[in-house]
């Protein structure tokens, strides 16, 4: 009964308008009526300390130092680096997407905000070579959906504080399945464009390939200082976020010079902004935890899927078809902070790897990124590439077969994420 209280509460909230943060803070409160056990200073108690988390302080430096790469000139060189390597072949403006995408990933960890720097930059020179406008929109959508997966991620941070998971081995076992992603829609794209012409950028001789390898050098090597940092226990990822936006800040002032003083009030406006709404749902979503755990809402859930536990691709099966149904209609952050308290007991009760449930976890909610009505990163490619709806869900839905293959694949053939990680940790 508890568990159809918080649901019902949770879903009527949010029915009626109210913002996510709010309404976990609704159906917290209507468990608590619920179990006669209502206290004003319980809500407060768990509201601070849902934000007063160290680890949780990257995710408000990894936000500033994507907005300091962004008008820093980064993103810029990267695609310029992109379009020397593959802008020559058919179908190169979508390649370049591609490996714009996981270049992005390692530098913002955040999807909406690659797609509007990918989408803004590369959409209209794609439309203009004669490529499908929805296409092009749903590729970008599709590739900014990596950046989540590929370190440094903000859901993993946010996973990791919720689920009390290594944040380092959930970097680590990102790297893999986000490069399979981007194989995927290499794949995908190649067998979309085979019959298409189109125009092509001249090929670039070795002398501008080399040129524009040194001019992207910079942002190239901040992931790799990141992960090696992380990996050799010299910063943790609270430590790498600042790293980030010092970096940042440095190549922007003193390397290509294109960020200016009067650029940081900006920056730190627009990151105070999107950092705000993330820990307000953090804080709001700790009193929800509190109360799922004396609710004892997971062994409720663990009653309905006990007998599911002694198969463990079975159970994850129905887990990931739960959390994509869930996707549809709920953002990214919200669903983590929502779904891992009362999951992470059900899949430590049945013996799964909580680092490879993450991974699956995560990858399988930013799948519900690309999902109507809420799918916050189709709906950015949709203002950034100027279409409607179901234009861009023509153009999008082939690249959403292939990340949800993606994501079969990595419940069946669990060895895709634990032996990279694996390898990756050894001391």
């Given at each position: ?26 159906s917290?409160?209507?468990l ?17 300390n ?39 072949i ?14 992005f ?32 929109s ?68 070795f002398?501008?390939?080399?040129k ?5 050098i910079?942002?190239l ?61 953090a ?22 899927l006990?007998?599911?536990v ?12 739960l ?6 209609a ?13 999951l ?5 009760k ?74 990756l940790?050894?001391?």
């Amino acid at each position: 009964m508890t568990l159809t209280v918080f649901v019902g509460a949770l879903l009527g909230a949010m029915a009626l308008g109210m913002p996510i943060a709010f309404a976990l803070l609704v159906s917290g409160v209507a468990l608590m009526f619920f179990l006669d056990a209502f206290d004003s200073q319980i809500i407060a108690q768990n509201l601070i300390n849902g934000a007063n988390s160290f680890p949780l302080l990257a995710i408000p430096f990894f936000i500033l130092a994507g907005e300091l790469m962004n008008l820093g000139g980064i993103s810029k060189r990267i695609v310029n680096f992109a379009m020397a390597l593959v802008g020559h072949i058919r179908g190169g403006l979508g390649y370049v997407a591609i490996i714009g995408s996981v270049l992005f990933a390692g530098l913002s960890g955040s999807a909406v905000a690659d797609t509007a720097a990918l989408g803004a930059i590369l959409i209209p020179m794609m439309v203009k070579a004669g490529y499908d406008r929805n296409r092009s929109s749903g590729l970008i959508a599709a590739s900014g959906i990596i950046a989540p997966i590929i370190p440094p991620s903000i859901p993993m941070i946010i996973f990791g504080v919720t689920a009390n998971v290594s944040i380092t081995k959930l970097f680590l076992g990102g790297i893999v399945p986000g490069l399979l992603m981007a194989a995927g829609l290499a794949i995908t794209w190649a067998w979309l464009v085979r019959h298409g012409h189109y125009d092509v950028s001249p090929r670039k001789s070795f002398k501008e390939m080399i040129k524009a390898t040194v001019d992207a050098i910079w942002a190239l090597i901040l992931p790799v200082i990141i992960v090696v940092g992380m990996r050799g226990g010299v910063f943790t990822s609270t430590e790498a976020a600042v790293v980030a936006v010092f970096y940042a800040l440095f190549v922007g002032f003193f390397v290509y010079r294109e960020l200016k003083v009067s650029h940081i009030y900006e920056v730190l406006v627009s990151a105070a902004k999107t950092t705000s709404v993330v820990m307000f749902l953090a804080a709001a979503a700790m009193v929800s935890a509190w109360l799922i755990t004396i609710a004892n809402i997971p062994g409720e859930l663990t009653q309905i899927l006990g007998p599911l536990v002694d198969n463990k691709t079975l159970l994850l099966l129905m887990i990931m078809a739960l959390v994509l149904v869930v996707g549809t209609a709920v953002d990214l952050t919200p669903t983590i902070l929502i779904l891992t308290p009362v999951l992470m007991p059900i899949v430590q009760k049945a013996g799964i790897d909580p680092v490879y449930f993450g991974i699956l976890f995560i990858l399988n909610n930013c799948i519900g990124l690309l999902t109507p009505p809420v799918g916050t990163v189709l709906n950015v490619a949709c203002g950034v590439g100027k279409v409607d709806m179901v234009g861009i869900m023509r153009g999008v839905w082939p690249f959403l077969i292939v990340h949800i293959v993606i994501l079969l694949l990595l419940v069946l053939f669990p060895e895709i994420v634990t032996v990279p990680i694996e390898f990756l940790d050894k001391k």
